[in-house]
Structure formats: structure tokens, C-alpha cells
């Protein structure tokens, strides 16, 4: 076990570093945004008032609390660790991806900015944006790569019908990262009335911390919920991670709880060959991309790589600085798992749970069908179920039943 | 003396705005920027900003992204724009700065490449997301080298901001004039006389304005007003349309000089 004092409350430092990690690597033309952007946070943050509201909305409008639930046949077919699913599946949107909406939106309200952008990957945080965007009657924009508005399409047609313009990126690769570029540069050139919700813990300070603050919710219930369950913590928590938002929430909670073991699960896509997966932990290197300093995927001239995921949410070559971090100092693991693997997790979970988990959510379930049968009956693992599978049903169908759904 | 402060010393005994001209090095590849380069000092630019190209330039419009794109699929790589400094600099002293995003650095090895890129005959540094916050945050991105980091100041800054900024401003100031990414615009900002009075305030080097110069009167018109002006997408977007064309030195004179003349013109008269 890690033998080094950590202290998550103080991080990250005043500039957004998770020790060497994180910062605020961006254009002079974006800066003032940030500056406002972080301070206009720090004030929320510490008005009750601002708390209340979000708490009230979460509640109510969200869905909030989430059950932690015993998968007990999942359980019993896997002969090991009892599987406890975080199911943020559940809320109001389908995925965690509300509650960061929800708290930057009560933001862009108190910054008086009346038009919101974001990008979005798996559609996930575009949809959870527009419906956040329709409730507080924003204008909102959302970028996303070609790419993904093919294998996303239900999540680009209810982005529409919340009153969102979706915006098709065909730059590079056409998925999230180019989705990003077009949004800062959307940003760039409307910061006057313009707030970006960046949907992951991912780019510049303050997002990574603020994204994490976000979805702390989902760590801080579930440790209450397995107490009152377990009477006691649990041994491993497990989250899939793309730039790391709903493992960060889940994860950050327990960080100074020795015993619990944390594994973040990245997309292994077709193995790790370059430009096939999207695994920075494997075969990464350090660098800056889209506003921070982290754990990416560049060739040997720092040009940024091609990524592949089946998942969308997960096909991004970085990861948040915060996990760059953990992983540093040895508190947090990254293992992968391929497309194969999280199809068939998807597949089980399924059939054997009924309830059918997002793509992305399905990395995490590979890795737990691998490890719950090597730990033991007595021990637990907590698993977040960061959302629910609606939206693949059709890349889904076509992968584990060989049917075209045309939607 | 450093390449950029001696350009600006002559051109303010003479009275005269500097013309510089963005290009993306390997565009439409090496040997190409290095016949472009050669033609430029001869049609009376005064400073090239050469773009190190990135796969993901945030800062950057779609003119200049596909710049980049165009010079990657080259086989541009830092080094080879290293070795393009090098040639050029057997044969010219034209003001160099590179102007550049930072991974591509960071991978290199930043202390590396600042002692290289002396050495190979740069002049200054633009990096686009480096700023100087995250400099002395990071020991390993501090400069031990009399290479001119060039510092940007938005429309945005804010004017205490704007003096920290000017404060510590080597070689020139770039003033970027309008909101938004690298690209033409159809007019120029109307609150640019009172910006630039403002950082004029603040400023011991030379203040130059870009992002979204294209047309000569443009460009005159802020000579009037600044000591240097910047044009990058619209020199950019004729390589592009020109390409592999064996006119394409000859043809590109026919956007750049015009734009150099009116610099100078403007200068003159006021």
C-alpha cells in the first residue's frame, strides 16, 4: 500500500497543477475567460445560496440520490467480489454527464452569459448541455465530430429536439478532440457572451477541478450508501475513463482511504497498436493538448495521434491531469480493455442484470468480469455505471446480433 | 544585436512600419518556404513569422489548420524546420520567428530546441499556449536564451494584465485586433486607436497588430497607427490555391508586394 501522504482537498494549486500535471497552457485570447471563468467558480462555490440551488435542482430535476445496487446474479456468475453498481445510468439525461452540466449552467447564469457551446463525443454531455441549455432558456450550440454523429445519431436527434443547433466537425479525425478544437475556437471568438461547458475533467484550469467538483456527488453517496450496506469500505472501485470525469467523481471521495484500491479502465479499441486505441496509460507520453499538461497519445514529433474506440466517449488521445497525477505518485491504476471485451461486458450485463450500460460504461464492466473471480466472496467492488446504453442500441445490434437498425 | 531589435531600430529612424508575413513552414513543403523565404526579404518584408506545424492548432482558423495539415502530410517535422532556419540563414538575415504550439516542442525537448533554434538562427518565439504564468510555474519551460519570446495581447486583456504582460515583452508585442482564431476579416477593429494608446502605456518594445489583416488598406491603415503589421491567412490561403505550381514565387509576389507597399506608404505619410 502507497506510504505517501496525499491531500486531494489541496488540489489542485491556485493555477489549476496537479503537482506537475494540469495548468493553464492556452492562447492570451482565451485567457481573460479562464480567469473570469475560475473566479466566478470560487464565489459559487462558496455561496450557500448557489450550493442550494444546485442541491434543490439535482434532487428534484436530476434524479439525485442514486441507488447503489447489489448485482447479485452478476454476482453469483462470477464466484468472487461482491459488485456494488453506482447507477448514474439512471439520471435524469441517462448518464453522469448532468451533473456537470447542471452546476456549469447555474455558472453561466451567474456570469450573464446568454449562449452555451460544448462538444460532445458519445452525445452523452451534448444532450445533457441542450437539456440543461433548454430548462435555463440558453442558446446552445454543440460541436460534434462527424464520425460520431453517425454512431450517435439518436443522441444528435434529441439535442435537436431539446432546441440545440448540432454542429458537424470534419476536421482531422472528425470525433471529440476535433470537436474541442472547434469549440474553444467558437469560444475564441464569442467569449464576450459566451460560457463553454467542457464536459470532461479534461483542458484547462478551472475545468478539471471544476468538472471533478461536479460529479464528487457520485463518490460521496456511494461511500455513504456501502457503509449503510457493507459496514464497511469497499476493496476496489472500478470506472471506465475517458478524460476521467465519472472516475474522478467516484474515485476522489475514497483518495485518502488507503485500503480501497482504484482502477480506471481506458479504451483498448483493437489492441494497443498505434492510432488503434485510445489507452493513454499504455503507450502515452506526457505533453500539453487543448489547455493542459497530462498523459497523451503523439508520435515521436508531438503531433497527436489518431485514436480508434468503439465507445465514443472514450476514443480521446488525453487524459485529465488529475488522473495523470494519481497515477504518478502510485494511488490510482489504468489497466484497458478492448472493444471485444467491453462488447461482451455490454452483452452481460444485459442478460444478466437486465440493464443495458453505455459502451463506455461497458470498459469498466470487461475489467470487472476479469478481476471479481480472482478476489474473494467477502470482499466488494464498486463499479460506476456512468450510463445507460439507449444510445448504442443500434451499433450495439449491429456488433452482437449482425442486425442494421435504421434509425 | 538580436535580428528583431535591429529591424525595429532602422525602421524607426526611417519612420517605417514593419511588414511581417506569417507562412506555415512546409506548406507546400520545405524546399518550397525556403524559395518563398528567399523572395520575401526581396520584396521588402521585414520580419517572417515561419508556423511550426501541429496537428491540432486551436488558436488557428481553418485557413491556417489546413496549412498545417498540408505540411504534415509533407513530412514537416521540427527538426526539418530547424534545418530550413539553417539554409536560410546562409544566405539572408531576415528576421526569423517561429511561431508555434507546444507539444510539438514539449516532445523535442524544450530547453533543446530553444538552444537549437538559437543556434540554427531564429530570432524570436511565439508559443501560442505557453503563457507566461505557466513559464514560471514550470522550471523546465523557463528561457535560458536571449531568443525574444513574443507576447500576444487580446482584445480581451484586461489593463493590469496588459502591463504585467508589456512589462516583461521582448522583441514586439502582438496585438491580436480582433476576437476570435487566425483569419481574414473585411474590416478592421474600430477600438484599435484606443487599445493601442493603452498599450503604448505599458510597452518598451514595438507594438505590431494581426489576426485578420488581409487587404492592402488594411494593412495600411494600421501602419498607420502601429509599428508593425502582421498578415498570415490571406498569404497562406494564395500557397494553398497555388500549391505545387512552378509560378508559385512569382504568382505570391503578386499578394505580397502589394501589401508590403501599402505598409510602406502609410508609414511615410504620417
Known amino acids: ?407 | 544585436m538580436n535580428r528583431i531589435d535591429a529591424t525595429f531600430n532602422r525602421l524607426r529612424e526611417e519612420g517605417q512600419s514593419a511588414f511581417v508575413a506569417y507562412i506555415c513552414a512546409g506548406d507546400p513543403d520545405l524546399d518550397a518556404t525556403f524559395r518563398i523565404v528567399e523572395a520575401m526579404e526581396g520584396w521588402g518584408v521585414d520580419i517572417v513569422e515561419l508556423g511550426v506545424p501541429f496537428s491540432d492548432p486551436m488558436a488557428d482558423g481553418t485557413v491556417n489548420q489546413q496549412a498545417a495539415e498540408r505540411a504534415l502530410h509533407a513530412g514537416t517535422t521540427v527538426a526539418g524546420v530547424l534545418d530550413l532556419v539553417r539554409r536560410i540563414r546562409r544566405q539572408s538575415q531576415i528576421p526569423i520567428v517561429l511561431y508555434n504550439y507546444m507539444n510539438p516542442i514539449y516532445t523535442y525537448g524544450f530547453s533543446r530546441f530553444l538552444l537549437e533554434a538559437r543556434e540554427a538562427g531564429v530570432d524570436g518565439l511565439l508559443l501560442l499556449d505557453l503563457p507566461p504564468e505557466e513559464q514560471d510555474a514550470n522550471e523546465e519551460l523557463r528561457a535560458a536564451t536571449d531568443l525574444r519570446f513574443i507576447r500576444l495581447i487580446a482584445p480581451t486583456t484586461p489593463e493590469p494584465r496588459i502591463a504585467s504582460i508589456a512589462a516583461r515583452a521582448e522583441g514586439f508585442i502582438y496585438y491580436v485586433s480582433r476576437e476570435g482564431v487566425t483569419g481574414e476579416r473585411s474590416d478592421i477593429a474600430t477600438d484599435l486607436d484606443s487599445r493601442l494608446s493603452l498599450i503604448r502605456r505599458f510597452a518598451k518594445v514595438p507594438v505590431v497588430v494581426g489576426f485578420g489583416v488581409s487587404k492592402p488598406e488594411q494593412a495600411g491603415a494600421i501602419a498607420a497607427k502601429a509599428d508593425g503589421v502582421v498578415v498570415g491567412s490571406a498569404i497562406v490561403r494564395q500557397i494553398a490555391a497555388l500549391g505545387a505550381s512552378p509560378d508559385l514565387v512569382r504568382k505570391l509576389s503578386e499578394t505580397v508586394c502589394p501589401l508590403v507597399q501599402a505598409t510602406r506608404e502609410a508609414a511615410a505619410s504620417h
Open chain 1, 1 to 407: 500500500m502507497s506510504t505517501i501522504t496525499i491531500n486531494p482537498a489541496a488540489l489542485p494549486d491556485a493555477r489549476g497543477h496537479f503537482g506537475t500535471f494540469g495548468g493553464a497552457f492556452i492562447p492570451e485570447t482565451l485567457m481573460t475567460a479562464f480567469e473570469e471563468l475560475t473566479a466566478a467558480y470560487e464565489q459559487a462555490k462558496a455561496d450557500p445560496a448557489f450550493q442550494a440551488e444546485l442541491a434543490g435542482l439535482l434532487k428534484d430535476y436530476v434524479g439525485r440520490p442514486t441507488p447503489l445496487y447489489f448485482a447479485e446474479r452478476w454476482t453469483e456468475r462470477l464466484g468472487g467480489a461482491r459488485i456494488y453498481l453506482k447507477r448514474e445510468d439512471l439520471l435524469h439525461t441517462g448518464a453522469h454527464k448532468i451533473n456537470n452540466a447542471l452546476g456549469q449552467i447555474l455558472l453561466a447564469k451567474r456570469l450573464g452569459k446568454p449562449r452555451i457551446i460544448a462538444e460532445t463525443g458519445a452525445g452523452q454531455h451534448g444532450v445533457a448541455t441542450a437539456t440543461v441549455a433548454a430548462r435555463f432558456g440558453f442558446d446552445c450550440v454543440i460541436y460534434m465530430g462527424e464520425v460520431d454523429m453517425q454512431r450517435q445519431a439518436l443522441n444528435v436527434a434529441r439535442m435537436r429536439l431539446l432546441g440545440a443547433e448540432v454542429r458537424g466537425v470534419t476536421a482531422g479525425q472528425r470525433t471529440l478532440k476535433e470537436a474541442v478544437n472547434e469549440a474553444l475556437r467558437d469560444w475564441v471568438t464569442n467569449v464576450r457572451t459566451t460560457h463553454y461547458i467542457l464536459g470532461s475533467a479534461l483542458g484547462a484550469h478551472p475545468f478539471p477541478m471544476m468538472v471533478r467538483d461536479f460529479h464528487r456527488i457520485i463518490g460521496v453517496e456511494a461511500r455513504r450508501q456501502i457503509l449503510e450496506r457493507e459496514e464497511r469500505l469497499p476493496d476496489l472501485l472500478v470506472a471506465c475513463v475517458g478524460g476521467g470525469s465519472n472516475a474522478m467523481g467516484l474515485f476522489h471521495p475514497f483518495l485518502e482511504d488507503a485500503g480501497v484500491r482504484m482502477v480506471g479502465v481506458e479504451a483498448g479499441g483493437h489492441g494497443i497498436k498505434r492510432g488503434e486505441h485510445a489507452a493513454r496509460f499504455q503507450g502515452g507520453k506526457l505533453g500539453v493538448l487543448q489547455g493542459t499538461k497530462t498523459w497523451l497519445l503523439a508520435d515521436a514529433d508531438g503531433q497527436i495521434e489518431l485514436t480508434h474506440s468503439v465507445s465514443a466517449g472514450l476514443d480521446y488521445a488525453a487524459v485529465g491531469p488529475e488522473h495523470a497525477y494519481y497515477h504518478e505518485i502510485g494511488r490510482t491504476e489504468y489497466t484497458y480493455a478492448t472493444d471485444d471485451e467491453a462488447l461482451d461486458a455490454f452483452r452481460d450485463l444485459s442478460q444478466i442484470e437486465g440493464i443495458i450500460p453505455a459502451l463506455e460504461t461497458a470498459h469498466a464492466l470487461a475489467y470487472v468480469k476479469k478481476v471479481a473471480p480472482t478476489m474473494g466472496r467477502d470482499q466488494t467492488i464498486v463499479v460506476n455505471l456512468s450510463g445507460r446504453g439507449d444510445k448504442d442500441v443500434a451499433q450495439a445490434a449491429r456488433f452482437l446480433l449482425g442486425e442494421e437498425i435504421k434509425f
